[in-house]
């Protein structure tokens, strides 16, 4: 979207015209190493690569960052894009830009098993870099906001891609930091790529509306009377509600155009609190307030720290608008959010109160540390920085923020986390509610608690919606039943791995299981199991990794015999199958891969149950062949000519659920005189439907044109066999 290209001159007069006083002779050495290092590279667009560090310090510096950010915004590529090395950076610059451009320079040199982990591995190291120095994630904004103004370069993938890992993670952090600007900004850039029509039909709405010219009249008036109140010092401002702002309330809440009361605000910016509310006095006998529309975030700051009164009226022309009064510190917060620290002397109050606006960033990486799991931080940032929030009150009054959606068992975790170990129970106005009751703002809250040693369930964690409370629980799980956890953990890992027909040969499994434990960074495979047991480690992400080293291990070891090596003796044929070497033996058809004519088998002599015949292929196959104990017992087995049995196949059917749905199958089987054995059928998610039905099949061919039949019929997704 953006076009003019910046210049380094262009960069040093905004820094002059900002009136801080830059170290200008830094700045000249840090452009001079970027502007050498990105020499001959270009960006998608075709400008010079420079102009992109340029663009991002020009940036900060609107948001009023120091000289040490400026290079860091400068350098912020070098080392990811270029040979420098953050040893010579060190070196030229000092610790402080070295540690800005290491926070934002992303892990290139490691090998990640998918994009979403090595995404949350980046977001991990910047969110850790970001902990000691908040510098590093303002740096981070300003490079995205700038890579999402100029995305028109990308590909049509990548730009969808970038919008919503924005609209996710990015967007969420710059409002928990409370930059409304650039928030707002990332919102809309990345609305504009991911639904554009939406963007440009609340685009147009807005240019027909009229509202601007109709707010900055009303500014006029507001400002008379307030000077006729002794208010004359009071600075109004007209703002239009951001188009994202917009979007969700029209296209997510169904709320019309019309419906929409805070379109437009008028902004009053006041000396002190008292004149804040004397102001409000003011507003409300000169327009209709509307109801349930106050909110004084002054006496319950948002959890970014954010404070205004707020307050919808409805104008003498009939149009309703949003009043919001604040002193001029709080206008600074809203605006510059924690960049207000470098911005503004004045602007947050001591180190102390940065701090406490960082203090999420913590309570992030400390549930990280106890997960094991990095890319659940993606899901904790969905989830803990939402912009929807509510707040409710202890009985004693105080306050508790919580993301919306949060229940009373995140309220008690809140709390203290002895409250939440101990909760049985809580009242909501007095009347008792179920603890999975979501919080909505303005009530009462008390926590019913039990015995010291109650403690947490293992449910909770399917139940809670903040990571406070999902950290909380695990480590109570991780201190208090250690035992319990391990043997937890492994029954779980060993039923999924059976159910993923994963056998590792007895002496090779210690070996296994310790490469496992190493790949997710704990010190041993019991505390592995003990993770997976509290709640740490998820198995559905585990056994990613798990089939990666099971294909490394079969890979590793070939089979120590050979089908090739067996004797071949021809024998007669029972069932329908030759087994070498055997005469007339007892024949059963393993369930496990369920084999048909056509298929390549294979026999395994069991003990007192004849030869069980499988598929060659099947992994159960591929992992007792490797196993020296299984020696001599597998035979080589072919299908007689002209079999003409039918066997047992199952196969799994998805579709869209729809009425009359499984009679289509009916018939289309019957058509194919197949015989049913089993049908069962249940309803999925998101409207779909799984059925499972065992039919009788001759061989492959047969079972080819059967699947052809039912993959035909109207809203089939796909049919596999078991």
């Known amino acids: 979207m953006e076009q003019r290209y910046i210049t380094y001159e262009d960069l040093k007069q905004a820094a002059v015209e900002s009136g801080r006083s830059y170290d200008m002779a830094m700045l000249d050495k840090a452009y001079a190493l970027a502007e050498k290092a990105h020499n001959g590279q270009k960006r998608r667009s075709g400008e010079p690569?420079?102009?992109?560090?340029?663009?991002?310090?020009?940036?900060?510096?609107?948001?009023?960052?120091?000289?040490?950010?400026?290079?860091?915004?400068?350098?912020?590529?070098?080392?990811?894009?270029?040979?420098?090395?953050?040893?010579?950076?060190?070196?030229?610059?000092?610790?402080?830009?070295?540690?800005?451009?290491?926070?934002?320079?992303?892990?290139?040199?490691?090998?990640?098993?998918?994009?979403?982990?090595?995404?949350?591995?980046?977001?991990?190291?910047?969110?850790?870099?970001?902990?000691?120095?908040?510098?590093?994630?303002?740096?981070?904004?300003?490079?995205?906001?700038?890579?999402?103004?100029?995305?028109?370069?990308?590909?049509?993938?990548?730009?969808?891609?970038?919008?919503?890992?924005?609209?996710?993670?990015?967007?969420?952090?710059?409002?928990?930091?409370?930059?409304s600007n650039i928030k707002e900004e990332l919102e809309d850039l990345s609305l504009h790529y991911l639904d554009p029509v939406g963007y440009d039909e609340i685009k147009r709405l807005l240019s027909g509306s009229g509202g601007e010219e109709f707010v900055k009249n009303v500014a006029g008036v507001i400002k008379e009377r307030l000077a006729e109140n002794g208010m004359p010092n009071a600075t109004m401002k007209s703002r239009v509600k951001s188009v994202y702002g917009i979007y969700r309330k029209m296209f997510i809440r169904g709320n019309s155009f019309e419906e929409i009361y805070d379109v437009y605000?008028?902004?009053?910016?006041?000396?002190?609190?008292?004149?804040?509310?004397?102001?409000?006095?003011?507003?409300?006998?000169?327009?209709?307030?509307?109801?349930?529309?106050?909110?004084?975030?002054?006496?319950?700051?948002?959890?970014?720290?954010?404070?205004?009164?707020?307050?919808?009226?409805?104008?003498?022309?009939?149009?309703?608008?949003?009043?919001?009064?604040?002193?001029?510190?709080?206008?600074?917060?809203?605006?510059?959010?924690?960049?207000?620290?470098?911005?503004?002397?004045?602007?947050?109050?001591?180190?102390?109160?940065?701090?406490?606006?960082?203090?999420?960033?913590?309570?992030?990486?400390?549930?990280?540390?106890?997960?094991?799991?990095?890319?659940?931080?993606?899901?904790?940032?969905?989830?803990?920085?939402?912009?929807?929030?509510?707040?409710?009150?202890?009985?004693?009054?105080?306050?508790?923020?919580?993301?919306?959606?949060?229940?009373?068992?995140?309220?008690?975790?809140?709390?203290?986390s002895a409250v939440g170990n101990r909760m049985v129970g809580a009242k909501v106005n007095n009347r008792i509610v179920p603890i999975d009751h979501k919080v909505n703002t303005g009530e009462i809250i008390e926590i019913i608690t039990g015995p010291a040693d109650k403690g947490p369930s293992r449910d909770w964690l399917k139940i809670v919606r903040t990571s406070e409370a999902k950290n909380k629980i695990r480590n109570w799980f991780k201190k208090e039943r250690r035992e319990e956890n391990i043997a937890t953990g492994r029954d779980a890992l060993e039923k999924e791995m059976r159910r993923n027909l994963i056998t590792v040969p007895a002496d090779k499994w210690d070996e296994f299981m310790a490469e496992i434990a190493r790949r997710q960074r704990v010190n041993s495979v019991e505390e592995l199991y003990a993770a997976i047991g509290y709640g740490g480690i998820q198995l559905s992400r585990l056994m990613g990794k798990i089939k990666d080293e099971y294909q490394k291990l079969r890979a590793a070891e070939p089979p120590k015999m050979m089908l090739e090596d067996i004797p071949i003796k021809k024998t007669r044929g029972s069932d329908g199958v030759v087994v070498e070497g055997i005469d007339n033996c007892l024949i059963k058809f393993a369930k496990c891969c369920s084999p048909l004519p056509g298929d390549e088998i294979i026999g395994f002599i069991t003990r007192g149950f004849g030869v069980s015949i499988h598929k060659r292929d099947c992994s159960n196959v591929q992992a007792s062949l490797t196993d020296p104990s299984n020696e001599g017992r597998w035979v080589r087995a072919y299908w007689e000519d002209n079999v003409q049995e039918n066997f047992k196949a199952t196969l799994e059917i998805f579709a869209t659920d729809r009425d009359g749905l499984l009679g289509d199958i009916a018939v289309a089987l019957g058509e194919l005189r197949v015989p049913i054995y089993a049908l069962n059928a249940r309803q999925a998610d998101n409207g779909r439907a799984s059925m499972s039905v065992t039919l009788g099949i001759t061989n492959t061919e047969h079972l080819n044109n059967v699947l052809a039949k039912l993959r035909k019929i109207r809203d089939v997704l796909a049919v596999t066999r078991v």
């Open 49 to 179: 690569y420079i102009c992109h560090p340029l663009h991002v310090a020009r940036i900060l510096i609107d948001l009023g960052l120091d000289t040490e950010s400026l290079c860091g915004a400068l350098l912020h590529d070098v080392v990811e894009d270029t040979s420098v090395t953050l040893a010579e950076i060190e070196s030229q610059f000092g610790a402080d830009v070295a540690r800005l451009v290491d926070g934002v320079t992303k892990l290139t040199k490691i090998q990640f098993s998918s994009v979403e982990e090595q995404q949350a591995e980046n977001l991990r190291k910047m969110l850790l870099a970001m902990s000691q120095d908040v510098r590093v994630m303002l740096i981070k904004l300003c490079d995205r906001l700038h890579n999402m103004r100029t995305g028109d370069a990308w590909p049509e993938q990548k730009r969808r891609d970038k919008a919503l890992e924005t609209m996710e993670v990015y967007a969420p952090i710059a409002h928990r930091l409370g930059i």
């Open 265 to 416: 605000a008028v902004r009053i910016i006041l000396d002190t609190v008292a004149e804040c509310y004397n102001a409000l006095g003011v507003i409300h006998d000169m327009f209709h307030p509307l109801p349930n529309r106050f909110k004084d975030y002054i006496s319950t700051p948002k959890p970014n720290m954010y404070q205004s009164l707020h307050t919808t009226v409805i104008g003498h022309e009939g149009i309703p608008f949003e009043v919001q009064i604040r002193t001029w510190e709080m206008d600074q917060m809203a605006e510059y959010g924690v960049a207000a620290h470098w911005k503004y002397k004045a602007g947050i109050q001591g180190s102390d109160k940065l701090e406490e606006r960082l203090a999420w960033v913590r309570q992030l990486l400390e549930s990280q540390r106890e997960s094991d799991d990095a890319s659940s931080i993606l899901q904790d940032i969905k989830s803990d920085l939402l912009p929807e929030e509510v707040f409710a009150f202890t009985p004693r009054g105080d306050v508790i923020n919580l993301p919306a959606g949060a229940t009373a068992i995140d309220f008690a975790y809140a709390i203290h």
